[in-house]
């Protein structure tokens, strides 16, 4: 049996390298340019913000369970987050729900606030979730640095506090989705 083994190894050789022999070669970066392109899934809640040149970074689609969790808190602040860093402001202005920010502010408002900064990078660690009184809130600790048109810097810091009823009957569809509630960042230093 020991004097077969390479017997049989020889015609097991022979056909490995028929076909590596065989294999396509991958293709070119012309062929793959004029593919039809797979069509974007659809986000939750908003799509999000540029995620580079021109192209949608979509916050990522999760069953109703987890949009109503933790992780359907994270895709609003992340796409807030995105949008600020794109200059989207319209975008970041949305996710504070169809009443706007708490403290009253227009959308040609809300963007002149950031009308000094060239760069804008927001930093938001894991943050926590609590719920009271039929509504569930997320809190998450938020750093924003802006670099100014001037070339120096400032950091905005404090918390952002998301919120969404928790499935009380008779709730609207808004009420029901995760919304910034305040974001009470306030400059540091």
């Excluded at 930093?123 to 719920?131: D, R």
């Excluded at 969404?164 to 960042?185: F, K, M, Y």
């Amino acid at each position: 049996m020991i004097g077969r083994l390479p017997i049989l190894a020889v015609p097991a050789v022979a056909v490995l390298a028929l076909v590596a022999c065989s294999e396509q070669e991958p293709p070119t970066p012309a062929e793959t340019a004029t593919a039809t392109p797979a069509p974007a899934p659809t986000g939750s809640p908003t799509p999000a913000a540029a995620g580079g040149e021109g192209e949608a970074a979509l916050a990522p689609p999760l069953v109703p369970e987890a949009e109503k969790g933790e992780k359907g808190a994270r895709n609003v602040l992340l796409t807030w987050a995105r949008a600020l860093e794109n200059h989207q402001f319209a975008e970041a202005y949305a996710q504070f729900g169809p009443d706007g920010p708490p403290d009253g502010l227009s959308p040609p408002a809300y963007a002149a606030q950031f009308g000094r900064c060239r760069k804008i990078t927001v930093a938001m660690p894991t943050g926590t979730m609590e719920g009271a009184a039929g509504s569930q809130y997320y809190t998450a600790p938020t750093t924003l640095t802006c670099e100014l048109v001037t070339g120096t810097s400032e950091q905005w810091k404090g918390d952002v506090i998301l919120r969404r009823i928790n499935d009380i009957p008779g709730a609207t569809p808004e009420q029901l989705r995760w919304h910034i509630e305040s974001a009470e960042v306030t400059p540091s230093g």
